[in-house]
């Protein structure tokens, strides 16, 4: 049983989500967007560990910005994340007319020449903008996706957000079991989506380049593609004005060469660039209080997971 303290803070935390639920239908789009990132700036000045992680962070990533720039950058972010809570909660309340009139897409022809394929479609984005909106938003236009995600610490948050997620047609795909689930979905011609930017301790990651440092990251994305043959899309939302978004479909990204040395590595590699190449043009978006560097994992043989996409390949 987990410490009074540790319930407490988890009854604390799932009334106010559900208060926030019932309140709002009844707030506009913009105030929600308002109101969450004023709260988000507040949290910059009480949340001094997560403040101090980012600035570090930018510090490694944009060495030529002055002291005052990160800082201002970093309460940004602060005031986004806030934010997104709140919005996120906000259009779950939509109907889907409401749904689809908050938000307008580019690319959808990629997306539907990727389904053409018939070998399923790889989604990826990382901690930027509006993911989680997008994956409600996504089904609306197109075919629904499973996501890869983790389980929230709050039992009863967890059911709240996996309620959310699912809402408009998505299914949620958790660790346990993930590369069978992945495979079969794509074997049947279904989008699978996957965040590729979080530290990873396990069998599946490898380091590639994140702003000129190396990142523990998911060589999933790449061996499922390399294996199944599936295009592999990146997708990102951004914020546009009166509560609205802007669902982008990127150009797929390319898969190495046949007989190319290390091809999980080229390929997660080409997928990381696109997201930093995201991160640099909006980088008050993304989530820099991560701890997305670190040097206490050593990482472990690609060829592990590859071979676990192959056990699972014929199932």
């Known amino acids: 049983m987990k410490p009074f303290a540790t319930r407490s803070r988890y009854a604390l935390e799932s009334l106010l989500v559900r208060g926030l639920q019932r309140l709002a239908p009844y707030v506009s789009m913009s105030s929600v967007r308002s109101g969450g990132r004023a709260l988000g700036?507040?949290?910059?000045?009480v949340d001094r560990s997560r403040r101090q992680i980012a600035l570090e962070n930018l510090a490694h990533a944009f060495p030529g910005r002055s002291a005052q720039e990160r800082e201002t950058l970093t309460r940004s972010m602060f005031a986004h994340f806030g934010g997104l809570v709140f919005e996120l909660i906000k259009f779950g309340t939509y109907s889907r007319e409401e749904m689809l009139w908050a938000s307008e897409v580019e690319g959808a022809e990629r997306v539907r020449q990727a389904h053409a394929k018939g070998r399923g479609v790889l989604f990826f984005t990382?901690?930027?903008?509006?993911?989680?909106?997008?994956?409600?938003?996504?089904?609306?236009?197109?075919?629904?996706?499973s996501v890869l995600a983790r389980?929230?610490?709050?039992?009863?948050l967890h059911r709240m957000l996996e309620d959310l997620r699912t809402s408009t047609g998505n299914s949620v795909i958790y660790r346990q079991?993930?590369?069978?689930?992945?495979?079969?979905?794509?074997?049947?011609?279904?989008?699978?989506?996957?965040?590729?930017?979080?530290?990873?301790?396990?069998?599946d990651a490898l380091y590639v380049g994140f702003f000129r440092r190396p990142a523990a990251t998911t060589s999933a994305l790449a061996a499922l593609a390399l294996r199944t043959g599936?295009?592999?899309?990146?997708?990102f939302s951004l914020p546009l004005p009166n509560g609205r978004y802007r669902?982008?479909?990127e150009h797929p990204v390319d898969p190495p060469r046949a007989g190319t040395p290390d091809a999980v590595r080229e390929f997660t590699q080409r997928c990381t660039d696109v997201l930093e190449m995201y991160v640099r043009r909006y980088p008050?978006?993304?989530?820099?209080?991560?701890?997305?560097?670190?040097?206490?994992?050593?990482?472990?043989?690609v060829t592990q997971l590859q071979e676990?996409?192959?056990?699972e390949t014929d199932v």
């Open 41 to 45: 700036r507040l949290a910059y000045y």
């Open 308 to 311: 676990s996409v192959e056990a």
């Open 230 to 235: 599936a295009p592999v899309i990146p997708v």
């Open 284 to 301: 008050d978006l993304w989530l820099w209080m991560h701890r997305r560097w670190r040097d206490d994992s050593p990482e472990a043989p």
């Open 177 to 203: 079991g993930a590369v069978r689930h992945m495979l079969r979905d794509l074997s049947a011609g279904r989008g699978v989506a996957v965040l590729i930017d979080q530290h990873l301790h396990s069998a």
């Open 126 to 145: 990382g901690h930027f903008g509006y993911w989680e909106i997008f994956a409600l938003g996504h089904p609306l236009r197109d075919e629904p996706v």
């Open 247 to 249: 669902f982008i479909y």
């Open 151 to 156: 389980p929230l610490d709050n039992p009863d």
